[in-house]
């Protein structure tokens, strides 16, 4: 049986050397190894855009690109794949309980306006001009004055979120 996977996937070949069809074949049982990954990542990692998953997502696709192409042995790829999906649970397991380590990794959100006082300072450290914030919270809010604005802030994630003054 072991023979089988061995010629299947061309695992005992290297990468210039492997037919179109182990390239295949890899392709399909890395597809299927990635989403068993990102159930045991959680769903945090693909739907939030923070630093900490960016770098998850980039490390991850290019760690299973290399089982693909053969440009590394393949059991040693899917260790790597499994121990960085492994770091980031425990990681964020950690900044549950330990608040400091979360606000160092995932960084922390920020006040860019309250009400009609604009903190420009805040702007600049975002990188963001007022017109890109008068933007986004016409986009997140449907306002377009900022008195009715009660805050505006830029999340951890680089999302822009509006909270309005109740009526």
Known sequence: MQEFFVDLLGLDKKADTLAVGQICWRTGVVFI???VLL???GR???ASNSGLEMVVKFMLGAILSRAIAGD???GVIVAAAVTLVVLHRLLAYATYF???LGRLVKGEDSVLAEGETIHHEQLRYASL???AMRAAVRGAANIDDLAQV???RLEHDGTISVVKKEA
Do not use: D, G, Q
Request: no cysteine.
């Open 44 to 46: 945090r990692t693909f």
């Open 129 to 131: 001009s007022e017109e």
């Open 39 to 41: 159930r045991l990542s």
């Open 150 to 152: 009660k805050t505006v």
């Open 98 to 100: 330990v608040p400091a």
């Open 33 to 35: 190894i990635a989403i």
């Open 72 to 74: 590394s042995p393949f």
